[in-house]
């Protein structure tokens, strides 16, 4: 019995270290994914950053970001990618090669709207698993298929109106520890 409860504890730390490894995919309001707080209120041109954030090292990823139906006053234009091994677009499932092994944060692609005017506050944006290969999934530097989280975005009206959440930075035990030290 001891050994099943220690063989499966194992099973769990392994497969989240490997979500840690293969980080998070994002949509943030600038391209160092330091702000999911995203913009939609005036009319005009609007553009959110998809960054590959909180990994050791990558190769690629896949995902989509289809514009939600609260955006209902934006019309999607187009994507521009970082890099120029890419299948697909936000909307429908895209598939981004890196050319080389990569450190995060990694700026994936810009996604590019017309705003027709303001759109809902609180309006949650997703970036969700590839539609065909599931995921959101992330090829390591050592060429292992990963599943990585997928991160969200937020259109507040004022900012900060709606929580967002960017993602955490990786730690250990013992950093987290020394937070409650007396």
């Not at 001891?2 to 994002?26: N, P, R, W, Y």
């Not at 090292?57 to 006053?73: D, F, R």
């Not at 990963?146 to 929580?163: E, P």
């Amino acid at each position: 019995m001891k050994k099943a409860l220690l063989l499966t504890m194992f099973l769990m730390l392994g497969a989240s270290m490997a979500f840690a490894q293969a980080g998070s995919i994002g949509i943030f309001a600038n391209p160092a994914a330091t702000d999911c707080n995203l913009v939609a209120a005036a009319q005009g041109l609007g553009a959110y950053y998809i960054v590959h954030v909180n990994t050791p090292g990558a190769v690629g990823c896949e995902y989509s970001a289809p514009k939600p139906a609260c955006m209902s006053l934006a019309q999607w234009l187009s994507d521009t990618n970082a890099f120029p091994v890419s299948i697909g677009n936000s909307q429908t499932g895209v598939s981004v090669g890196y050319g080389t092994c990569r450190v995060a944060p990694i700026l994936v692609q810009t996604i590019s709207f017309f705003i027709l005017g303001p759109n809902p506050t609180c309006c949650r944006y997703p970036v969700l698993p590839h539609p065909i290969n599931g995921g959101p999934n992330v090829v390591d530097c050592a060429d292992n298929l990963l599943i990585a989280t997928g991160g969200q975005g937020i259109i507040n009206m004022v900012v900060g109106q709606c929580v967002c959440d960017v993602p955490v930075q990786d730690t250990t035990w013992g950093q987290v520890k020394a937070l409650y030290t007396e």
